[in-house]
């Protein structure tokens, strides 16, 4: 595909694109074999290693902006199922893709504003091919890699472009059009959970999902709703 950027090593995929956001054109994608300073959520770093899939997408001024991390988490549970239709994959809200009670994929959408248009840079990183020692030796027993659910192994160049091909499709999407089946990926729905916003949590339960890709909670003090740009999601004693 002739929008993919491949490269050896680069800082990070998200910061590659954004540097070159104003010559690059809609729907560019670039991957990386290695990225030195790759970040998730809040902060949180995130590195790649043999074994792992690295890959960015830049959209510019794609409609429906704030429900983008959703679809890009429909487009890469889409991908996953049709090159390993032996899996199944789920979401934990808001950005993490699961197999197996456990994370395969995270998902960070980066906004851009340039004059009155809303750019997004989509970072998608998928575990790929390794072990569960390796995941035990980096401490991240919740982590599970493709090969290991499958029990199978899928190029990282098939898997990066039917990912971008996905990406690209839902990216065009109303998620009108897509929120029930949205909801029926969602796997916090109906559980106890956890909240986290910086060093402070608080327990309730999640009920649904709103039409604006809000995750509709409860607790004590009746019903609320939060974006996926405020807070962390776990269960109520562990990851899910």
């Not at 994370?103 to 569960?132: A, R, W």
């Not at 729905?189 to 909670?217: M, Q, V, Y």
Request: proline fraction near 2%; aromatic fraction near 6%.
């Amino acid at each position: 595909m002739n929008n993919i950027i491949f490269l050896e090593e680069t800082s990070s995929t998200n910061d590659w694109l954004r540097e070159r956001c104003n010559t690059l054109s809609d729907g560019a994608c670039v991957t990386s074999e290695r990225q030195t300073s790759g970040r998730g959520r809040h902060g949180h770093s995130w590195d790649t290693a043999e074994g792992m899939l690295a890959m960015s997408v830049l959209l510019k001024d794609p409609p429906d902006f704030m429900t983008l991390t959703a679809r890009v988490g429909l487009a890469v549970c889409d991908a996953i199922e049709e090159l390993y239709p032996d899996v199944k994959a789920g979401i934990k809200w808001s950005n993490d893709i699961i197999i197996e009670n456990r994370k395969v994929c995270g998902i960070l959408c980066e906004g851009i504003k340039i004059c009155e248009c809303q750019n997004v840079i989509c970072g998608i990183g998928v575990n790929i091919s390794q072990s569960d020692d390796y995941f035990r030796h980096m401490e991240l027993p919740n982590a599970i890699s493709l090969k290991t659910a499958a029990n199978t192994e899928i190029p990282k160049k098939l898997l990066c472009e039917k990912i971008y091909e996905r990406v690209i499709f839902r990216a065009g999407e109303c998620f009108k059009n897509c929120y029930e089946e949205y909801k029926n990926r969602v796997i916090n729905i109906g559980r106890e959970i956890r909240i986290i916003r910086g060093t402070s949590e608080k327990f309730a339960k999640a009920l649904d999902i709103s039409e604006n890709g809000c995750l509709i909670c409860e607790d004590e003090n009746g019903r609320f709703e939060i974006n996926s740009g405020e807070v962390s999601i776990r269960g109520k004693e562990g990851y899910i």
